[in-house]
């Protein structure tokens, strides 16, 4: 694989045989800092790597987009590629909500905010996971990328 990449090549997972654990394809929706946005599988999302790999949404085992972490604001794993844009998130924990980790308000550079728990950050490293705060959002965890990130408040 590292051959492949070292030439040029895209990367593609293998296709995988009934006894490999399925668990691993992730539903992702990169969302670029200049706005662009790239939907679809990956298997290879580290939160210390530069990189990963994005394969389709209607092909998850082709060939993977490069996906640089540097250009990106945040990754969003999602339930849906779609969602539903008729539904309003939740913005605010609600008295009997439970969070695992701090609070947090997160506000992006180009004025996005998003409400989540997160177990700890550090602007000085990559970025961090949150979890937010509605528990019906289309996404399960958000990976925010910390140069695209302005302010985070502990609420």
Same mark, same amino acid.
């Given at each position: 694989?590292?051959?492949?990449?070292?030439?040029?090549?895209?990367?593609?997972?293998?296709?995988?045989?009934e006894t490999d654990d399925m668990t691993e394809l992730q539903k992702v929706v990169a =969302?670029?800092?200049?706005? =662009?946005?790239?939907?679809?599988?990956? =298997?290879?999302?580290?939160?210390?790597?530069?990189?990963?790999?994005?394969?389709?949404?209607?092909?998850?085992?082709?060939?993977?987009? =490069? !996906?640089?972490?540097?250009?990106?604001?945040?990754v969003f794993f999602v339930r849906d590629f779609n969602g539903n844009p008729e539904y309003? /998130?939740?913005?605010?924990?609600?008295? /009997?909500?439970?969070?695992?980790?701090?609070?947090?308000?997160?506000?992006?550079?180009?004025? /996005? !905010?998003?409400?989540?728990?997160?177990?700890?950050?550090?602007?000085?490293?990559?970025?961090?996971?949150?979890?937010?705060?509605?528990?019906?959002?289309?996404?399960?965890?958000?990976?925010?990328?910390?140069?695209?990130?302005?302010s985070v408040n502990r609420l």
């Amino acid at each position: 694989m590292s051959a492949a990449l070292g030439k040029g090549k895209d990367w593609a997972p293998k296709k995988p045989t009934e006894t490999d654990d399925m668990t691993e394809l992730q539903k992702v929706v990169a =969302r670029y800092r200049d706005g =662009r946005i790239i939907k679809g599988f990956t =298997r290879n999302f580290f939160p210390n790597k530069d990189l990963f790999h994005v394969s389709p949404p209607d092909n998850p085992y082709g060939e993977g987009k =490069r !996906v640089w972490m540097r250009e990106l604001k945040a990754v969003f794993f999602v339930r849906d590629f779609n969602g539903n844009p008729e539904y309003h /998130e939740r913005r605010i924990y609600k008295a /009997e909500d439970s969070s695992f980790g701090h609070r947090v308000k997160i506000t992006f550079s180009d004025g /996005e !905010v998003q409400v989540g728990a997160t177990m700890s950050y550090s602007l000085e490293r990559m970025g961090f996971f949150i979890t937010p705060a509605d528990p019906g959002s289309n996404n399960t965890r958000i990976f925010a990328v910390s140069t695209s990130v302005e302010s985070v408040n502990r609420l």
